[in-house]
């Protein structure tokens, strides 16, 4: 193993190789969106329960307030993106599907926008427990995509013992670049955020991990690092899903995470490099996460670019910012194009975990006909998890979800999509397994 | 703003190229050149051959489609591939009667009985294959002078053989492969014209050189699993070098072992059929190493100068066999999954 990593760079085994379509993004600095006349803030855009409203129609809030707080550790409370008027709480469509309570504000025009709210603490002086509910009080979840609430994650259950943080910089999706612009343009917040969340694990070490198609970032964080020091960077593959949890571990500690088990069982916790630069910026000042970075690309857009986007923006308003062209793209993804989703409507904000807006154009001339499976082997080659995608689609054509869950380690599944991005027959497989695994879930209930 | 078709669309939302047609189509593509060098090596007969076996197993799947009620399946070239393959493996004198019905029997008995594209269990090129060795042995052995000046002008006397009649053979245009040359008489052909493929033998399988450069050119597409054509030959070669060590007056050497009969063409062409051979790493090499050995074996003490069709087919009954104790160990379990 030895050589064949020092031949390939650090990976995982298996994997796929699209193209990266990062080139009208990722040599552009970040930019700041205009705030969107009107604000849609969902209180549930996080993993966990809803934040609780703290506001009520027409009240005045100062960008930075809070405006939800959290209900109970699993949850986290919501800041005002803009300085506005509350123009009430009602049920608007979200990206997550069914509608959500969202507050809504209308920003005061010609206001300055400055940051009016802020709890500074002095991070020396407080113990982990205390770190932790910081951690939660700025509102933070993970950038990178799931939105899992950042304090629930560096709060280890006991009994777990942490030894190193993983960084995720590998930003392995299409055409998403903003990972890559946060680790050029705010190197010292991203170690900040590290040392942070070190302090708040526990851990003794942290290890960055970039794609070696980023050299300029590993350059960077090198150059703010000691080379003996606990926190090291290292260059990782460019490989789609070198940046999902449990691969990425793999290929920098050379650890599996045992099959329905989390990374603190073995002692490793990962976090995004966007999370880690939020921590780094917002925490010592105690702000509230109220703005993202986001990319926006693809061939539909005119003005590709990374864009600093209040949380809260419809959509609809981004679109129109940077040139959204029309009818001609109908396929408008949240996130990247291999695990992102498509959008309902256009009335949908971009909330926490939105770390790309991706729109392709329409697929509708291609041939998309369901073929049947030739035992080509390219999905068995592709699945970085190590499952025969093969046999589980064919056990899935005749319904036999018990047996793929059983015996085909159907749940090990995290719907990365490299089987069905090989698939020559077009078998949608991760669609299938999908269904699989909900209705095996509504089997328990 | 003018309204907005919006599509929902479950990830992943892009798609590598490549599709089931493509695949085929590249594969009859690697195989035109040597079926041109073949009608070049045998004449008319030869190319009479091939659109007979084309023709009928194009013909026997579109009709088995329409008695079914489906789509017809031959857009896919997949039948077009049996065909050809199924041609390739045949004497160049062999009877268009009888190469007409081992297509329909391969198509009809190894594909369409199985359940279509995707489902057979066994090539169906080789179960003709197999089917005509079974029904016609003396015309599936009777082998012809290759470059013979009237080829072009001539049909061999065999091949026009009235349906349900069995030609005998005429010894103007009869001879013995190396093979058999080999095995019946001792003698051993020069390895250079076995690279070449100016011998006589099957239809497709004489050049090495030829079908050894199409193969790596659908390896190159990455359409074709180079392990399979590599464990073949790699385990007939080392099969072949122990024998050649114990006795080199008796067997012949490996590298004619490589290069003579359908071992290569089987190699490159029939073992990698991917929908009868497993489908994981581990298991392709154990499937091509099998195939290999028994290859040989066969050569070296069955009845038949040749032995590569039936090892193939043995390897393709192994296959479901191979892959279940082969599956890929998934990530975060220690061993290797019990499959069903």
């Known amino acids: 193993m030895g050589l064949l990593s020092f031949l390939t760079g650090l990976t995982f085994p298996r994997g796929v190789h699209p193209p990266g379509l990062k080139e009208d993004t990722r040599d552009k600095p970040i930019r700041r969106l205009p705030f969107a006349p009107r604000m849609v803030v969902p209180l549930q855009q996080h993993f966990g329960r809803p934040a609780r409203p703290l506001v009520v129609k027409h009240q005045e809030v100062l960008r930075g307030q809070p405006i939800a707080e959290a209900d109970g550790f699993e949850s986290v409370p919501l800041h005002a993106p803009v300085t506005g008027v509350v123009e009430g709480i009602e049920l608007m469509a979200t990206s997550r599907g069914p509608k959500t309570e969202s507050i809504l504000i209308r920003t005061a025009p010609g206001d300055s926008q400055a940051i009016h709210w802020a709890r500074p603490r002095d991070l020396e002086r407080l113990n982990r427990p205390q770190l932790i509910q910081a951690i939660q009080e700025i509102g933070l979840v993970g950038q990178g995509g799931a939105a899992f609430p950042t304090h629930m994650k560096l709060s280890v259950p006991d009994g777990y013992d942490i030894d190193t943080l993983v960084v995720n910089g590998c930003e392995c999706e299409p055409y998403l670049s903003a990972d890559h612009r946060i680790m050029l343009e705010q190197t010292d917040a991203v170690i900040a955020g590290i040392r942070i969340a070190m302090k708040a694990l526990g851990a003794t070490r942290a290890v960055i991990g970039v794609e070696d198609d980023k050299p300029d970032a590993i350059a960077a964080l090198q150059a703010r690092l000691d080379k003996e020091g606990p926190i090291a960077v290292d260059k990782v593959r460019s490989k789609y899903p070198q940046g999902s949890e449990k691969m990425l571990i793999k290929a920098l500690l050379k650890r599996e995470v045992p099959s329905g088990h989390f990374p603190y069982h073995i002692g490793v916790v990962v976090n995004n490099v966007g999370t880690m630069a939020q921590l780094g910026t917002l925490l010592p000042r105690g702000e509230g996460l109220v703005e993202r970075v986001v990319t926006v690309a693809g061939p539909g857009i005119t003005r590709p670019g990374n864009y600093r986007v209040p949380i809260g923006t419809p959509l609809r308003y981004l679109l129109q910012h940077v040139g959204f062209t029309g009818n001609d793209a109908s396929h408008i993804i949240l996130g990247g194009p291999m695990m992102g989703n498509t959008v309902s409507s256009l009335d949908v904000p971009i909330t926490k975990g939105v770390s790309g807006v991706v729109v392709l154009p329409d697929p509708e001339d291609e041939d998309i006909r369901i073929q049947p499976c030739i035992r080509c082997g390219r999905c068995v080659e592709a699945c970085p998890v190590g499952l025969n995608p093969s046999d589980l689609g064919k056990l899935a054509a005749v319904r036999r979800y018990e047996v793929m869950e059983e015996r085909y380690h159907l749940n090990d599944c995290f719907e990365c999509g490299c089987c069905s991005y090989v698939c020559p027959s077009n078998i949608p497989l991760v669609q299938y397994f999908r269904i699989a695994k909900s209705l095996n879930r509504e089997r328990l209930k | ?340």
């Open chain 2, 1 to 340: 703003m003018t309204p907005l078709k919006i599509e929902l669309k479950t990830s992943p939302h892009l798609k590598q190229a490549g599709s089931v047609e493509q695949i085929m189509r590249h594969v009859t593509y690697a195989l035109l050149p040597i079926c041109a060098f073949s009608v070049y090596h045998f004449g008319i007969s030869a190319l009479a051959l091939i659109i007979t076996t084309v023709v009928t197993c194009v013909l026997t799947e579109h009709l088995f489609a329409k008695l079914s009620g489906k789509r017809s399946s031959v857009s896919d070239f997949s039948a077009v591939i049996t065909g050809l393959l199924l041609a390739l493996t045949l004497p160049p004198s062999f009877p268009l009667w009888m190469a007409a019905l081992s297509g329909f029997i391969g198509i009809a008995l190894a594909k369409v009985m199985f359940g279509g594209m995707g489902y057979n269990l066994f090539n169906p090129a080789l179960v003709g294959r197999a089917f005509a060795q079974a029904a016609f042995p003396v015309s599936v052995s009777t082998w012809t002078v290759p470059g013979h000046p009237d080829r072009f002008t001539e049909f061999l006397p065999s091949t026009l053989a009235m349906p349900f009649t069995t030609p005998a053979p005429v010894d103007a245009w009869t001879t013995a492969t190396p093979l058999a040359q080999w095995k019946f008489e001792g003698v051993h052909v020069e390895t250079w014209s076995l690279f070449t493929g100016m011998t006589p033998g099957s239809v497709g399988e004489t050049s090495a050189i030829l079908i050894l450069l199409c193969g790596l050119y659908l390896i190159a597409r990455g359409m074709m699993n180079w392990r399979i054509p590599a464990a073949v030959l790699g385990s007939a070669f080392v099969t072949a070098s122990v024998f050649y060590w114990m006795d080199p007056t008796f067997y012949p050497t490996p590298w004619f072992v490589l290069l003579s009969g359908g071992l290569m063409l089987g190699a490159m062409f029939m073992a990698s059929d991917m929908i009868a051979s497993p489908i994981t790493r581990s298991g392709i090499w154990i499937y091509g190493i099998l195939i290999g050995f028994l290859a040989v074996i066969i050569r070296f003490f069955g009845g038949l100068p040749e032995g590569i069709m039936y090892a193939i087919l043995l390897g393709n009954a192994m296959a479901p066999l191979i892959e279940r104790i082969t599956q890929p160990r998934p990530y975060g379990t220690r061993k290797r999954r019990d499959a069903a």
